[in-house]
């Protein structure tokens, strides 16, 4: 069973361009979380999709965004990125969204540099 | 706070025991995970265990849970190398009516021969 695939693996991009990354989850899952990764904040809660729906959002500004595909694949937006967007995004599946206990795959995630 | 916290670094020798440390927040949290990455890689699940369990134990790893003080541990047996990676501990949170994940900024383990 093929784990949850992010692309791409690397972007460079420079301020006030916007990105687009990919995550498709494990087959089978049904929702998709995406998190940002940073030396200084850790590991911090963007979204979560399911259903084409989403269901749960954490604080970042409206210049991140996301949907999900029919088929549960799903895409976050950066738009004006900034210099402190310089991150690895983190996607995570599971079979059903925000149950306790429900166990989150990750993927490998995308390491986003913006000069 | 609202943070989980956990020591940001822990050096061992092979075959020694590795204890790392978490303390949480929400006393209403019902599952506590710990999570690996290494270099390069997402963040794999090691284990998790329900709040009203005080141990768990698999294989090399135990999880030990005080509800009291709002602690976890994980203790890895007979450390070896390849264990040297970042150890995430993370809480379950209601938030809007779903439970979401917040974790801890990591423990790095470095594991020398």
């Known amino acids: 069973k093929a784990g949850v695939t992010q692309t791409p693996r690397y972007l460079i991009k420079t301020r006030g361009q916007q990105v687009t990354l990919s995550c498709s989850p494990i087959s089978g899952h049904r929702s998709v979380s995406w998190y940002q990764q940073t030396p200084g904040q850790g590991l911090q809660f963007l979204f979560e999709y399911f259903s084409e729906t989403q269901r749960n959002k954490g604080n970042f500004p409206g210049r991140f965004s996301g949907r999900q595909f029919s088929n549960s694949r799903s895409e976050m937006n950066v738009s004006t990125l900034e210099l402190g967007d310089s991150a690895l995004y983190l996607c995570?599946?599971?079979?059903?969204?925000?149950?306790?206990?429900?166990?989150?795959?990750f993927g490998s995630g995308t390491q986003l540099s913006v000069l | 706070g609202e943070d989980v916290e956990q020591s940001l670094f822990l050096s061992v020798r092979e075959g020694d025991s590795s204890v790392i440390n978490c303390t949480y927040t929400d006393s209403s949290s019902t599952y506590l995970y710990w999570y690996k990455q290494e270099p390069g890689a997402g963040l794999q699940l090691l284990t998790y265990?329900?709040?009203?369990?005080d141990m768990k134990q698999d294989q090399r790893l135990t999880v030990l849970l005080n509800k009291k003080d709002k602690h976890l541990s994980l203790r890895i047996a007979d450390t070896q190398t390849g264990d040297s990676a970042i150890y995430f501990c993370?809480?379950?949170?209601?938030?809007?009516?779903?439970?979401?994940?917040?974790f801890g900024k990591g423990t790095m383990l470095l594991v020398s021969p």
């Open positions: 993370a809480e379950s949170r209601l938030n809007s009516g779903y439970s979401t994940l917040t």
């Open positions: 995570a599946s599971s079979r059903a969204p925000g149950q306790d206990g429900e166990k989150l795959f």
């Open positions: 265990i329900f709040s009203n369990m």
